[in-house]
């Protein structure tokens, strides 16, 4: 039984080619699943704050429309504004839409059927007042369950983080207060003596918390502006941040602390303000949505570059498999066509039929010639000795 030694050589290179073919594949691949979970991942969680971005586009005029209410409520005016009813129709059109993936439609639901039974409230103004200040803070709420749901409130870019607490906290806060302070203006003007305290103190919470709203809108939004890779958010926002400001300002000499409110003032300054914070509220929401749509692309890039470096992985790996196996071919067809090292065992009977004429075992134990020597007696051989014969 005879193995060629490059037999075994070509066996084992192609071997070692295939195991480590296999040892530098699986670590690629995996290491490329990862990759690939991971922006998988992030470009879901960016999808999901856009969808925030979409919804909160329907929360401001709601916002907008329920101070409206609010005021004209107190005036005797018990129909639904024609603005509230739009806001709704538009908000509950976005819920339908995306209140699953947000999980929104529970709180919406509730704020919608309080909203409703907001023209059928009686009483006096007081209890008017505290019926619209109920479904107002459902409204706030709402803002910040989509601004939690949609994880806007937990992203790492400063400029977004700042941008969306001024959309989902800031700008609600304010429009509410604003609302608030006029409306208790003038109740505490008309109110009676006995009445009169309890609602200045109302009154005064109202006017620093409009303070202090217009206070942290401003920070954030200056905040943002320094951080952000945007080349339009400054210009973008510094206009339409003075008009609402203007309009938190007329608000304030409308409602005059201390003194006799001046009607006209404030609903000037309500529709001075209404105005300013849809401009306002476009401007941020637009961008935070182009910010947002950076970062997919972004993402889509580094997929495609981790494609790209898999496929020229995977191409190397096979061009070295394929490379190495057609060597170990090459070099077994070659140790076919030549000799070769014999390293074969014989036994005894091969040994014996292949050296007929042996002595003693080795080839050059030859046996004496005489006897059965064909050549003894022809002459050709030497006689023995006389003593023998």
Sequence with gaps: MSVSVNSRRS???????ALLTVLVLVPTAVLFLRVLNE??????????????????????????????????????????????????????????KLGDELDSTSRWSGLKEKIGRLPGVAGDSEQIYEAHVEVGDLALELYNEVRQNSLLNQDSQSDIW?????????????????????????????????????????????????????????????????????????????????????????ANRGANPGGTPDVSILVTAQSTLTTALKALSTVLLKEMSTLLDERIDELDYR?????????????????????????????????????????????????????????????????????DNPNYGSGAGRERSGALR
């Design 303 to 371: 997929r495609i570059e981790a494609l790209a470096l898999l496929a020229a992985a995977v191409a190397l790996i096979v061009f070295a498999a394929v490379w190495t196996r057609g060597r170990a071919v090459k070099a077994f067809r070659d140790s076919d066509g030549e000799a070769g090292r014999d390293v074969s065992v014989r036994n005894d009977s091969q040994a014996t039929s292949a050296t007929p004429n042996t002595y003693g075992g080795g080839p050059y134990d030859t046996a004496p010639g005489f006897g």
């Design 11 to 17: 066996r084992l290179r192609s071997a070692l080619a």
């Design 162 to 250: 700042f941008l969306q607490e001024t959309v989902t906290v800031n700008m609600p806060e304010a429009v509410t207060n604003v609302s608030r302070m006029g409306d208790l203006a003038n109740m505490v003007a008309a109110a009676k003596d006995r009445e009169r305290g309890a609602l200045q103190v109302e009154f005064g919470a109202a006017v620093m918390a409009v303070e202090d709203s217009v206070a942290e809108l401003t920070d954030n939004l200056q905040a943002a502006a320094e951080d952000t890779g945007s080349s339009t958010l400054a210009s973008n926002t510094v206009n339409n941040l003075d008009a609402f400001r203007r309009g938190v300002e007329a």
């Design 39 to 96: 922006n998988t991942s992030q470009r879901d969680e960016t999808e999901l704050k856009q969808k925030g971005i979409e919804y909160l586009a329907e929360l401001a005029p709601l916002v907008s429309a329920l101070a409206e209410s609010q005021s004209s409520a107190l005036q005797g005016v018990t129909a639904e504004p024609a603005s509230l009813t739009a806001a709704v129709a538009r908000v509950q059109g976005v819920d339908e």
